[in-house]
C-alpha cells in the first residue's frame, strides 16, 4: 500500500512539474530512491531527461522547482551534480594536452590526417549535411576502401547527445588502434583484410557544438521548432516505431521526438546510409550507466526475435568492460531510438554501450574508458563475421568469408542451432568450407583442411565441417578418376 501511496503522489508531482513555470533554468542531476518501475516509465513519457535508473531508483535531470516539488515525497533525493552548466564549464576548464576530448573540428582535421596517412585502408565521406550545415563524416576502414567488397560490414556510431562526450571518444580510439596496427599486429590486419568497418563519431555535430562552446547541458540537435524553441532529440527520431513510449511530444523537452519520424537531416543520414550498406552489426555509444543494451527498446515485454543470439552476444560483449547487459527497455522504454531501427528495419545485430558513470567524465579519465571499451568493439568487427551470417547482409558474405571466421562461425552458432536460419547458415558455411577444401587441394594446397582438422581435435562443432570436407575430397577424387577413365 505504501508504494502504491508513493506512486499516486510522483504522477501528481510529474503534472506539477511539467504544469508549473520553472523559477530557474539551473539544471541539476538528482537521485530518487524507491521509487517505482511504473513512476519511471511515467517519467520517461512525459519527457523528464533521464540519466540512469535500476530496480528502485533514477538519476533524472531537473530544474529547482522540480527538485522541491520531489522533495516533498517520501523517497530518498539527493543532488548527485548540483549546476550541470558549471560542471561542463568545469571539465572544458580541467582539459589539457593528452587528456582533453575532440571537437568537431578537432575529429575532424583527425580524421583527414588519418585519409593522408594511411590512404590505402581507410576513407572519409560525408552522408549527409546537419541542421546547421555540418558535414556527417562515415570513415571506412577496409583493406580496399574505395570497393564495397562482399565482406562483414560493421557501423560504430557516436554522439547521438550532445553533451555525450565520450561516446566520440571510444569510435575514435577504435580507428586509430585499427590503423596504426595494421601491418604490425596480426589480429588487427586480419580484420581490417576481412572486415568493412564504418564509423560515424559524430551523429549530432551541431548538438555536439553547441554543448561545448556555449557550456550549455545540451542533449539535443539544433532544429528551430515551430514554436521558437531549438532541438529535436535524435534517438527519439528514428521511424521504426517513432512516437511511442519514453519520448516526448513537447518541443521543449530533452526527449522531445521531433514532427515526425525521420524529421531530422541527421536521423536521415543515418537510415540511407544502413539501409544502403546492410551492416551485419553495429554500436551506438551513449553516456552514462555502464550497460550493453539490445532490442527492443520501445516497449516492455516484448521479445524480439533473436532475443538467444543477442543475449549470447551481448553478455560475450560485457566480458571485456564488466558492463551489464540485459534489454533496452529494461531500464524504460524509450521509441524511435537508433538500436530499434538498425534491428527491425535493417536486421543489424545491434547494441548501445552506455559509457561511465558520468555523461561527461573528467578528461583523465578518458584514456582508461577507451582501453576498457576499445576490446569489446574489436571483438563486435569481429563477430559480424560470425553471429552476423544470420542477418541478410551477412548471408551473402558466406562464400567470400575468410576459414578462420568461418570455422569460428561454426563454433558461435552452434550452441543456437535448433533455429532454423542459424542452422541453414551453419550448412551454407560448412559446404563453402569443404568447396574450398577441394580447390585448394586440386592447386597443391591444405591450408583450410589443416585448420578444420585443428579445431575439430579440439571443437565437436567443428567435426561435421571436417567430416564433409573429406567427403567431398573423396567424391572429387572418385568423380576425377572417372573422367579421366
Known amino acids: 500500500m505504501k508504494r502504491f501511496l508513493v506512486a499516486v503522489l510522483f504522477f501528481g508531482v510529474i503534472g506539477f512539474c511539467l504544469a508549473s513555470e520553472p523559477l530557474t533554468t539551473t539544471k541539476s542531476l538528482v537521485r530518487l530512491e524507491g521509487v517505482t518501475h511504473a513512476t519511471i516509465v511515467a517519467m520517461a513519457d512525459k519527457g523528464f531527461d533521464i540519466a540512469r535508473a535500476g530496480f528502485d531508483f533514477v538519476e533524472v535531470v531537473l530544474n529547482q522547482d522540480q527538485i522541491k516539488a520531489f522533495a516533498k515525497l517520501s523517497p530518498k533525493s539527493s543532488v548527485l551534480i548540483t549546476d550541470l552548466d558549471k560542471y561542463v564549464s568545469d571539465v572544458l576548464a580541467s582539459q589539457k594536452a ?85 601491418g604490425k599486429d596480426e589480429r588487427l590486419t586480419r580484420l581490417v583484410d576481412t572486415r568493412e568497418c564504418y564509423f560515424v563519431p559524430m551523429v549530432n555535430p551541431d548538438g555536439m557544438t553547441y554543448s561545448q562552446t556555449k557550456e550549455k547541458f545540451w542533449r539535443k540537435n539544433r532544429r528551430k521548432n515551430s514554436d521558437g524553441t531549438f532541438g529535436v532529440d535524435p534517438n527519439r527520431n528514428y521511424g521504426y516505431k517513432w512516437g511511442g513510449a519514453g519520448a516526448s ?9 521531433g514532427p515526425s519520424g525521420f524529421s531530422e537531416p541527421e536521423t536521415q543520414a543515418i537510415r540511407d546510409f544502413a539501409q544502403r550498406m546492410q551492416f551485419s552489426a553495429d554500436i551506438t555509444f551513449h553516456s552514462y550507466a555502464e550497460l550493453i543494451l539490445y532490442p527492443w527498446s520501445y516497449a516492455t515485454g516484448v521479445t ?20 551489464t547487459a540485459e534489454t533496452s527497455s529494461e531500464m524504460y522504454p524509450s521509441s524511435g531510438d537508433a538500436d530499434d531501427f538498425m534491428y527491425g528495419v535493417c536486421k543489424s545485430l545491434s547494441f548501445t554501450f552506455e559509457l561511465a558513470k558520468a555523461f561527461i567524465p573528467a578528461p583523465t579519465e578518458i584514456a582508461g574508458i577507451c582501453d576498457q571499451n576499445v576490446p569489446a568493439v574489436l571483438y563486435l568487427i569481429e563477430k559480424s563475421g560470425t553471429y552476423g551470417l544470420v542477418t541478410p547482409g551477412g548471408a551473402q558474405n558466406i562464400p567470400t568469408l575468410d576459414t578462420f571466421s568461418a570455422i569460428s562461425a561454426l563454433k558461435d552458432l552452434e550452441p543456437l542451432s535448433h533455429n532454423d536460419i542459424v542452422a541453414d547458415r551453419i550448412q551454407a558455411t560448412m559446404h563453402m568450407l569443404a568447396q574450398r577444401v577441394v580447390s585448394e587441394e586440386a592447386n597443391g594446397e591444405s591450408q583450410t583442411l589443416l585448420m578444420l582438422q585443428q579445431a575439430a581435435s579440439t571443437d565437436p562443432s567443428v567435426q561435421v565441417a571436417f567430416k564433409l570436407a573429406n567427403q567431398c575430397r573423396t567424391f572429387e577424387k572418385l568423380h576425377s578418376g572417372a573422367s579421366k577413365n
Open 98 to 182: 593528452g587528456a582533453q576530448y575532440f571537437t568537431y573540428d578537432t575529429m575532424t582535421q583527425t580524421l583527414k590526417d588519418y585519409v593522408n596517412k594511411y590512404p590505402n585502408i581507410c576513407k572519409l565521406n560525408s552522408i549527409g549535411k546537419s541542421c546547421e550545415g555540418r558535414d556527417i563524416w562515415a570513415f571506412k576502414i577496409s583493406k580496399n576502401p574505395t570497393v564495397d567488397e562482399k565482406e562483414p560490414r560493421c557501423l560504430i556510431m557516436g554522439d547521438h547527445h550532445a553533451r555525450e562526450w565520450i561516446s566520440v571518444e571510444v569510435p575514435m580510439a577504435t580507428i586509430k588502434m585499427l590503423l596504426e596496427g595494421y
Open 249 to 257: 511530444t513537447n518541443p521543449s523537452d530533452d526527449t522531445y521526438r
Open 304 to 323: 524480439n526475435p533473436d532475443e538467444e543470439l543477442f543475449k549470447k552476444f551481448a553478455n560475450e560483449l560485457a566480458k571485456f568492460n564488466n558492463y
